[in-house]
Each structure stands twice: as structure tokens, then as C-alpha cells.
């Protein structure tokens, strides 16, 4: 039983905490929000608008206040719409080869065999690679178009090499983002495998059930809820990839909503459309937020 | 009694096994390869794997050149000095929340989590502004304050879930025998914590030190880490892939290690407990 003082403690031990993380979310959501009303370009720090409409309202530190304009703005961007549809193809595809893929290396590693531990961390590497140091080695030593890797296998079987990065920029991306986040759900995965329930197993075997019904029936149930979190997970990071498009320079074909607001804000100076754009990438990653959540707080009840 | 797998199959497995494992480590494994070759050995055709004049001189070029030690040394201080401080946080937090929970203990919780929902995007352009007006931009404090803030939910979660573990009927003994909370703390509690808290230790390093979108923003030089390091060799100067590949060998070979001991605490802490 807690006491009243243990109680007292308690709170004290957690404020610490929630007050780091509740500056942290609300203090910058606050001013990205109200940015995102405002007429607010780091370039041009005396804002004449006032003058152009002069009506205009105005806040404390004489900067215009611009309704709804940032958002018309960003919404309406052509940009916005290549970013949009570079994001969900990035997400799409990355997590349909992950879930795929992790599956089937997850059960190739349950299997028994020599050196299981260092194929392993073979196979998780990946996941474990910085970044930027992936988007390199891929872009340069992998998908050179002249002295690439793959380039050398294509001439090897007698293809034209391709050029990724100008032909198939997108293409590119997803496989080096896939590359790094297969590892990812192969790990989920595999470590749920290994909870499947022995005697199971051994039942299944000894009345001769066939592999794939034994997978249907009773593997591929089991997998469904680590599946699903593979797959909240896995989106949460996705939406925010940003390094990889940043080093490659894809960023004009293959450049997704992050790497926009961050044109908008550290490139272009415009405070208040990134910050629109901020906003909006907030909104999407609640939509699929929330489902996560739901995941996870009824695992809680457990 | 074990299941007797067949030798031929548990052959064949292997094979298979190792060659999907070999293939999917390739890149890795030829970055490491390319690091030990001349500029033009890097980008002769055919690629020669193992017959080349292996030599050391990238890694001597790299460090000359671009001061990777000086990188190296802000990875480390960034990684350690945020896991360290979150640590300092979370610890009471978890603590109070696995065993003295309130109504409200699950709420919170749930909350912490969705903070990690929110997109670095959304923050940037504030966190930008503040950093610049406070003269935090590429400085090591700023950064530390950042990562510590972006993976204390995670650190939170992992304890909790590690001390829920815990049984709560050894905390009672002692505190019957009269031990204070302070004593409490520190002889019962933290010496049966200690596993957890190394585990969640190790994630939040790596975490720590493969962070790309908030180093990469927020500082330039001065504490700019080996994420900021690879990346300014983005630009090609000529032949540069065998110290490209020296220089990334360097970035990714603490953590590759580390990587080995954490692959569960991955698993438990990317998943804030949902899969064990």
C-alpha cells in the first residue's frame, strides 16, 4: 500500500520530468502555431506590410498577422503535392518491403543452423548504421553509375547500368531507407517468433502438419500484433526520414514533407509558411499517432 | 525433448542463411573493404575484394584533413551527456510510477508517449529561433538538452517497464526494517535496477549517436558530430570513395559493437514494451 507520504514523493519524482517534456512539446507547438498566422520572413525583418495593406494587423513585435495565408499558401504549393506523394510512396513502399521482408528473415533466423548468431547481427546491422553514412555509401560505392557496385553486377549480366539518382530518384531512396528499416522489423519479428509457444511447435510436427498451413494457422496469427506495431513503429520514423534525402540531394524529386518545411524555414528564411507546414506534418503523424497509442495503452492493462 | 533436425536441412539453411546475412551486410562490409584501398583501387572494374595493397593511409588522411577525432569527440560527448542527464530525470520518474502509481500514473504515461509522436518538423522552426537567440546553435549544451529531451520518453518507458518487473514486496520488507526512501533507493532498489537501467543506457547511446535531423540542423562546427562529420563529404572533390569509406567505418564501428550487446533492449525500447 502506498502511503500518503510515498505518494507526496511520488509527484515530486515525476514533476521533474513531465515538466522537461511539457516545455519540450507545448512551448514550440505554441509558437510554431501562432508563427504559422503570421507574415514572418527572417529576411526581411522590418516587415513593409503594414504599408502594402494597411489594415493590416499587427502583433507586439510589429509583425503582420497573415490569417489563414500561410496555410493557402503551403497547400496550394505544387511542391506541397510532390512532397505529400514522395512521403506516402516512401512510407508505402518501405513498409510493405519490411513487412515482407522482415517476416521472411525472421523465420529463415528461428530455423536452426550454423552460426546463427552471427548472421544475426549480420542481417541487423543495418538498423544500426548512421544515417548519413548510409545515404553515402549507397549513393556513391552501391549506386555509382560507373563505378557503383550494382552498376559493375549489371554489366556483369549484361544490363545497361542505371543512373539512380537521375532516373530513378524515388526508387533509389526507398531501397536505402528499406535497407536500413527490413533489419528493424526482422528483429520485431524474430523476437516474437521465438515467444511462440514450443509444445506448439512440436504438436504441429508430430501430426504432420504441412509448413504452410502450419505458417497460416498458427505462425502468422501470432505475428499479426507485433506486425501491426512493426508497422505504427516504422511510420512514425518514416514521415520524419530526413537525413538520407539531405546528403543524397534528392531533394528535388524525391524530397518528401519534412525536407519541404525545412526548405521553407532554414533555406527560403520563411518562418511563417514552414511553420504552417510544421503543423501540418503534426497533424498527419497524429492520425496515425493515435492508433499507435491505442496499441500500446492496452498492452498496459496486461 | 528437442527437436532433431536433419543434417542435410540444417546444411542447406546455412547456406541459404549465410548467403541472404552476407548479402544484406554488403555494404557495410564493402565499405569496410573500400577503406582499406587506394583512391584507385576504390573505383577500379572489376572491384577487387581481397587482393589489393591493403593500406592504412585513409584513415590518416581523414583524420588530418577533416579532424575526425574532434567529431568523434562530440558523438561521444553529445551521446553520453544526454543518456546521462535523462538518465538523472527518468530514474525517479519510472521509479515513482511502477511503484507508488496514482489515477493518473497510465494517463501520463500514455502522454510521455505522444510526445515522441510529434514530428521534429513541428518543433524546428521555434527550437531554431530560440537556439539562436540564446546563442545555443552548435553548441554541445544545446544539443545534449535536445537529445536528452527527443529520447527521454523512450528512457522513461524502459525503465518503467524494467522496474515494473521488479517485485514490490522486497521494497516493502526493507522499508519495514526502517530503511528511508533515500536508503531505499539506493541499496535495494537501484542494485536489482542496475540491468535495466544498462540496457536502456546502451539504446539511448545509439539512439544518441545515429541522431541525424536535429544535429544536422542545429550545428555547424564547433559541436557538430559524425553525423555532420559524413556529411560534408557529400560534396565529391575528385577520388575520395576509399576515405569516404575510412571515414565511414569510423562513424559506424562503436555502435555496430554496441549494437551486438543491445539487439533485445532495441526490440523492448523502440516498442515502449509492446513486444518482449
Known amino acids: 500500500m502506498a502511503t500518503q507520504q510515498t505518494r507526496a514523493l511520488g509527484k515530486l519524482a515525476v514533476s521533474p520530468s513531465v515538466f522537461a517534456l511539457f516545455m519540450w512539446m507545448i512551448v514550440p507547438l505554441a509558437m510554431t502555431i501562432y508563427f504559422s498566422f503570421l507574415r514572418y520572413n527572417l529576411l526581411d525583418p522590418n516587415p513593409i506590410c503594414s504599408l502594402l495593406s494597411p489594415g493590416a494587423l499587427l502583433d507586439a513585435e510589429n509583425r503582420c498577422l497573415a490569417g489563414i495565408t500561410n496555410y493557402s499558401y503551403f497547400l496550394t504549393d505544387p511542391a506541397f503535392f510532390k512532397a505529400m506523394g514522395n512521403s506516402l510512396k516512401l512510407v508505402g513502399w518501405v513498409l510493405a518491403i519490411s513487412v515482407v521482408g522482415g517476416t521472411l528473415l525472421a523465420l529463415l533466423l528461428d530455423q536452426a543452423f550454423y552460426g ?10 543495418p538498423f544500426l548504421v548512421m544515417p548519413t553514412v548510409s545515404a553515402l555509401v549507397w549513393k556513391n560505392m552501391m549506386m555509382n553509375p560507373v563505378s557503383g557496385f550494382l552498376a559493375y553486377l549489371f554489366k556483369l549480366v549484361g544490363l ?82 530526413f537525413a538520407e534525402i539531405y546528403v543524397t540531394g534528392t531533394a528535388g524529386r524525391a524530397g518528401n514533407l519534412p525536407f519541404l518545411v525545412y526548405q521553407y524555414g532554414l533555406i527560403a528564411n520563411d518562418i511563417g509558411g514552414a511553420s504552417a507546414g510544421g503543423i501540418i506534418a503534426v497533424i498527419l503523424a497524429n492520425i496515425v499517432a493515435f492508433f499507435l497509442m491505442r496499441m500500446i495503452g492496452k498492452n498496459l492493462d496486461a | 525433448m528437442a527437436r532433431t533436425v536433419s543434417t542435410r536441412r540444417k546444411l542447406l539453411v546455412t547456406a541459404l542463411a549465410w548467403a541472404i546475412g552476407l548479402l544484406i551486410f ?43 577525432l574532434r567529431f568523434a569527440m562530440n558523438s561521444i560527448m553529445l551521446a553520453l551527456g544526454s543518456t546521462f542527464f535523462a538518465l538523472v530525470i527518468a530514474i525517479p520518474s ?71 518487473e521488479i517485485p514490490g514486496e522486497i521494497l516493502e520488507a526493507s ?49 557538430a558530430p559524425l553525423t555532420q562529420f559524413i556529411a560534408s563529404y557529400s560534396s565529391p572533390e575528385g577520388l575520395f570513395w576509399a ?13 555496430l559493437v554496441l549494437g551486438w550487446f543491445a539487439q533485445k533492449q532495441l526490440v523492448r525500447g523502440l516498442t515502449f514494451g509492446a513486444v518482449k
Not at chain 1, 165 to 186: D, I, K, S, Y
Not at chain 2, 60 to 67: N, P
Not at chain 2, 130 to 148: A, E, Y
Open chain 1, 160 to 241: 545497361q547500368p542505371i543512373d539512380w539518382f537521375a532516373h530513378a530518384p524515388m526508387t533509389a531512396v526507398v531501397l536505402m531507407v528499406a535497407w536500413q528499416w527490413v533489419p528493424f522489423a526482422t528483429l520485431i519479428l524474430l523476437t516474437s517468433l521465438q515467444s511462440l509457444d514450443e509444445e506448439q511447435k512440436e504438436a504441429a510436427e508430430m501430426d504432420g502438419t504441412p509448413p504452410l498451413s502450419y505458417f497460416w494457422y498458427i505462425v502468422l496469427p501470432h505475428l499479426i500484433r507485433p506486425m501491426t506495431v512493426v508497422i505504427l513503429i516504422e511510420t512514425i520514423f518514416l514521415l520524419n526520414v
Open chain 2, 94 to 164: 519510472a521509479w515513482a510510477m511502477a511503484f507508488a502509481p496514482g489515477r493518473r500514473t497510465k494517463d501520463l504515461l500514455m502522454w510521455m508517449l505522444s510526445t515522441k509522436m510529434m514530428p521534429p518538423v513541428g518543433a524546428l522552426v521555434p527550437i531554431y529561433l530560440i537556439f539562436r537567440d540564446f546563442g545555443l546553435l552548435d553548441t554541445r549544451g544545446g544539443i545534449i538538452t535536445v537529445l536528452m529531451l527527443l529520447n527521454l520518453p523512450i528512457i522513461i518507458w524502459m525503465l518503467y517497464t524494467y522496474f515494473k
Open chain 2, 243 to 255: 576515405k569516404l569509406s575510412a571515414a565511414s567505418t569510423m562513424a559506424i564501428a562503436p555502435i
Open chain 2, 26 to 68: 554488403f555494404p557495410i562490409l564493402w565499405t569496410i573493404l573500400t577503406s582499406f584501398k587506394t583512391e584507385g583501387e576504390a573505383i577500379a572494374l572489376p572491384p577487387k575484394f581481397l587482393f589489393f595493397d591493403w593500406t592504412l593511409e585513409n584513415y590518416g588522411i581523414v583524420q588530418e584533413r577533416s579532424d575526425y
Open chain 1, 116 to 125: 546463427r548468431g552471427f548472421v544475426r547481427i549480420m542481417m541487423i546491422a
Open chain 2, 175 to 223: 522499508r519495514m526494517d526502517g530503511a528511508s526512501l533515500g536508503k531505499e533507493l539506493l541499496y535495494v532498489l537501484t542494485p536489482m535496477a542496475i540491468p535495466g537501467i544498462a540496457s536502456t543506457l546502451l539504446l539511448n547511446i545509439i539512439l544518441a549517436w545515429n541522431e541525424a535531423f536535429w544535429t544536422l540542423s542545429l550545428t555547424t562546427k564547433d559541436a
